[in-house]
């Protein structure tokens, strides 16, 4: 059985839909975080390894990686 992608969007998430989307829910199963553009939830997936996404996260937390 696979299990579902549990998608969300950060609860800062309030800029008019410029966001992604990511399922936290598959790193304990898959060792991966998917991620997708809010926008087009149809389209393409951006399989992270939950390392990868973890050290991106507290690489924006830690004010290493600016916006765009």
Avoid: H, Q
């Avoid at 579902?4 to 990511?22: D, I, K, R």
């Amino acid at each position: 059985m696979t299990e579902t992608p549990n998608w969300f969007t950060s609860s800062y998430s309030s800029n008019g839909g410029a966001c992604v989307e990511v399922a936290t829910n598959l790193a304990a199963t898959s060792g991966a975080v998917p991620v997708r553009d809010s926008k087009s939830r149809s389209g393409a997936v951006l399989n992270l390894s939950a390392g990868s996404f973890s050290a991106f996260v507290a690489g924006i937390k830690a004010g290493r990686i600016g916006a765009i």
